[in-house]
């Protein structure tokens, strides 16, 4: 995930002071930052879900140096000069990347689904020296959707059926998949057709569970029982017959 921002910073001088001004652009680690990397944290609510996110100078996301506020020194900054001519005011417009990966940073795999956010400020010290003045902090909050989703990890194969007519007990068949949900999501599974008919036989599938809750990258199997009732003639007229019934599984959450 990598949504990229736009920053806009306004400086006015007085008309004696110089038509050029040199700056370091810095940002702190946020609201919910940590002592170790990737330090900054977007959280869900008032919850214990975070995840970690970086900061990166420039559009693309490349740069793999974080977009910090070091004491001293030009690391981990933006900097630049103003030129302002013959004007009292300059304007210049930087681009930053908020990146966050999956399975980065303590990251779960399937997080918890919601709105995650932070609070970070970006503040000047000008001109680009240790000495330099801070200009007031410029607070940017930034929100991070994380949208509920369940998947198939696998896909359930075949059910065979080998029926005799008026067979004195029912036959079953079993294929079974893995089904991966948001963590806390609700789902029911349900099959259709069902009940089916093939070749006159009757019969119907059931999922086990047919309900859970999901638990993230971890899965859960299910297993698909197909049942054919005993004592049924089904409509063959010879000796042997066979057919294929479609059948589409879904998931409701």
Known sequence: MRPRWPCRRT???SAGDSSNLS???KADDGLNATSSQPFRRVRLS???NYLSYSLR???TCNN??????PATGTGNVETGTLN???ALTATTTLTYC???QVGFGGNPSSPAAGVYSDTFNIFAQYPNSNAGALSPNAPVVMTVGVNNQCVFNTYPGNLA???TAFSATAQTSTTSFMLRCSSGLPWTISVSPNPAVLQGLRYTITPSPASGSGNGNTGQAVTLTGSMQAGQAGTCTGPTCSGTQAHTVFITY
């Open 11 to 13: 400086c006015t001088r």
């Open 23 to 25: 700056y370091r652009l």
């Open 46 to 48: 008032s919850s214990s």
């Open 57 to 59: 100078r420039g559009g």
């Open 64 to 69: 793999n140096t974080n977009w910090r506020a």
């Open 84 to 86: 302002f001519g013959a």
């Open 98 to 100: 908020i990146r966050v």
């Open 161 to 163: 059926f080998n029926y």
